[in-house]
């Protein structure tokens, strides 16, 4: 057996013998206090959910973890936490136990502000810290080099942080549903960036340098306040999904020389033309 799924049964704590094949537990919607100790027999453990359900907002199954334990540390082929909806606040301490961490999910914990040794998350790769209320960074995020997603959606943001563009292995950003009012120029810097989730906030212009992320492919700039898409556009190569829908947009370039673009939604605007170029494009899916 390799994987292990205890979800949503009530525990309130729970032993495990040694075991050198299960490579992923689940333990979310139980009553722990904490992570079981127990887990450290678990040799080749790599993947642990210790979440609070949220598909039965009303049970009384309702895991509250406060800290990352220290024997956390101890375990080198864990790879991978899920940690969303407890209590942690994800102390100076909880980030040196995470250091060999690759993947770390935090979601829902009232997070309010990340330690200065953020640094000490050195392994890691994917960080989601959504639906907390966090509103700044501290300076050695920018030590973060190995990181490909950041998501901090549903948080207190009113800019992108400049510690986020100067993290050129980027691939992934996500601050859908902050406060933010303007995209830096600063985030042409990250020409390996794929997907850029800026929706629901109040940003009014794009800027120019958005035209050197040859990579992206998949922009989503909807609910904010654009009253423009520039021309240049058409330069994005590699663009899949454009959602620039819920704006305060007049009229939209000629976008069907775009190769690689096969979904579109440019809903609740103020345009006055048909695209009808646009959706003579062979290759489109969606408009």
Do not use: C
């Not at 075991?19 to 079981?36: A, C, H, Q, T």
């Not at 969303?84 to 040196?96: A, E, G, I, W, Y």
């Not at 190995?146 to 100067?166: A, D, H, M, W």
């Not at 306040?225 to 994005?236: G, T």
């Amino acid at each position: 057996m390799k994987s292990l799924n205890l979800s949503n049964n009530g525990l309130k704590r729970i032993r495990f013998p040694g075991n050198s094949n299960i490579k992923s537990l689940d333990l979310s919607g139980n009553n722990f206090k904490r992570i079981p100790r127990s887990i450290r027999k678990l040799k080749k453990l790599t993947t642990l959910s210790i979440n609070q359900s949220q598909s039965t907002p009303f049970s009384k199954n309702r895991n509250k973890i406060k800290r990352i334990p220290r024997f956390i540390r101890k375990m080198p082929a864990l790879k991978s936490i899920e940690i969303n909806f407890n209590r942690l606040k994800l102390t100076k301490n909880d980030v040196k136990r995470l250091s060999n961490i690759e993947i770390l999910v935090a979601a829902g914990n009232e997070i309010t502000e990340l330690p200065d040794n953020i640094e000490d998350l050195k392994s890691i790769k994917n960080l989601n810290l959504s639906k907390n209320k966090i509103s700044k960074l501290p300076p050695n995020f920018v030590l973060l080099d190995r990181l490909e997603s950041v998501i901090f959606y549903k948080n207190e943001f009113k800019n992108i942080p400049p510690q986020i563009t100067s993290l050129t292995n980027l691939k992934i950003i996500d601050f859908y549903y902050n406060r933010i009012n303007e995209i830096p120029i600063e985030i042409g810097n990250l020409q390996d960036l794929k997907m850029l989730f800026l929706a629901y906030n109040n940003i009014e212009v794009l800027p120019d340098t958005i035209r050197s992320l040859h990579m992206l492919k998949a922009f989503y700039i909807h609910d904010n306040r654009l009253a423009n898409i520039p021309v240049w556009i058409i330069e994005l190569t590699s663009l899949e999904i454009l959602d620039i829908s819920y704006n305060n947009l007049f009229s939209i370039p000629e976008m069907s020389g775009m190769k690689a673009l096969y979904e579109v939604d440019i809903q609740e605007n103020n345009i006055d033309h048909f695209p009808w170029k646009l959706i003579e494009k062979t290759n489109l899916k969606l408009l």
